[in-house]
């Protein structure tokens, strides 16, 4: 009688401890796998949520940098910069391996750039290149180091990099081009303006301000010397400490401004165009 209680005993504790372990094994995969569907089917905030359930309950799984990853993901495509940054370098932090700390660090990179994150992002891009990274992951690299480049119009560091990824004749032709980008001089914008009002505008070919600072600036120097004229000193006065010198003042700082959009314009223009280049390249099978 005693061994038959024993046994039932031993019994009840081992089907315990099984539906114990079998309890706990299902509690762990369902916060993954419905925060993948949620993430899938756009629910980035329920998403994370069960993520963070799971890292909650299980910090020390061997899977948490695969989950802060995905974390990460979740929240750049919800548009939260931030917070997305911080989950993708935890990421890189808990990697499993190298191969997979690399992939990680490409995937922080590529949202360095998307936040203009333009230093971290070429830090980053460092980082998996000291590590020698297996074939694959080496032309990833060097493809986001030629964009990040791009994006800094630092033309002939992006070609170089654009040589070792391959080798395309018209990307190098959108290369030359970009770095014979007509650049204006913001010096000689702002002289021009100083010797008359418009003139640096119109140097950049901008006729619409350039006529207007023309016209504001010649109506209050006329202003001003019809006060003079008719010895109205302390009108004269007033016209050019409070509004001529401002409007003179101002027509040079706006044609430097000027200067700075024209030489933007045409690099984002040129750089539009290598990304695009680029963009046509990997999409060919």
């Known amino acids: 009688m005693y061994k038959i209680l024993n046994n039932v005993?031993?019994?009840f504790l081992t089907s315990t401890?099984?539906?114990?372990?079998s309890f706990t094994a299902s509690a762990e995969e369902p916060p993954l796998s419905l925060g993948r569907h949620l993430a899938e089917v756009g629910n980035y905030d329920a998403a994370i949520t069960e993520y963070k359930r799971f890292l909650f309950f299980y910090p020390d799984d061997?899977?948490?940098?695969?989950?802060?990853?995905?974390?990460?993901?979740a929240y750049r495509a919800g548009g939260l910069w931030t917070e997305a940054l911080a989950a993708l370098r935890t990421a890189t932090h808990y990697a499993m391996d190298q191969e997979t700390k690399s992939e990680y660090q490409l995937v922080l990179a590529v949202?360095?750039?998307a936040t203009k994150n333009y230093d971290l992002a070429e830090l980053e891009l460092i980082k998996v290149m000291l590590r020698n990274p297996a074939a694959q992951l080496h032309r990833r690299m060097l493809f986001l180091k030629a964009v990040l480049y791009i994006y800094q119009f630092?033309?002939?560091?992006?070609?170089?990099?654009?040589?070792?990824?391959?080798?395309?004749?018209?990307l190098e032709a959108l290369f030359d081009a970009a770095a014979d980008t007509p650049q204006k001089s913001a010096n000689v914008a702002s002289v021009?303006?100083?010797?008359?009002?418009?003139?640096?505008?119109?140097?950049?070919?901008?006729?619409?301000?350039?006529?207007?600072?023309l016209l504001l600036n010649g109506a209050f120097g006329f202003l001003t010397i019809d006060a003079i004229l008719d010895e109205h000193y302390t009108?004269?006065?007033?016209?050019?400490?409070?509004?001529?010198?401002?409007?003179?003042?101002?027509?040079?700082f706006r044609a430097e401004i000027a200067v700075e959009q024209f030489n933007a314009r045409g690099s984002r223009q040129a750089a539009e165009a290598l990304l695009q280049r680029l963009q046509e390249i990997t999409d060919t099978p």
């Not at 002939?156 to 391959?166: K, S, T």
Request: aromatic residues 12%; proline residues 2%; glycine residues 12%.
């Open 17 to 21: 401890v099984l539906i114990f372990c």
């Open 9 to 11: 005993i031993s019994l």
């Open 62 to 73: 061997p899977r948490v940098g695969e989950v802060y990853y995905d974390i990460g993901l």
């Open 192 to 213: 021009l303006s100083k010797i008359l009002p418009g003139l640096g505008h119109l140097y950049v070919g901008d006729w619409r301000d350039g006529l207007n600072a």
């Open 111 to 113: 949202t360095l750039i």
């Open 235 to 252: 009108d004269a006065a007033l016209w050019v400490g409070l509004v001529l010198l401002r409007y003179y003042r101002g027509n040079t």
């Open 154 to 170: 630092r033309w002939e560091e992006a070609r170089n990099v654009g040589r070792e990824y391959m080798t395309d004749e018209r």
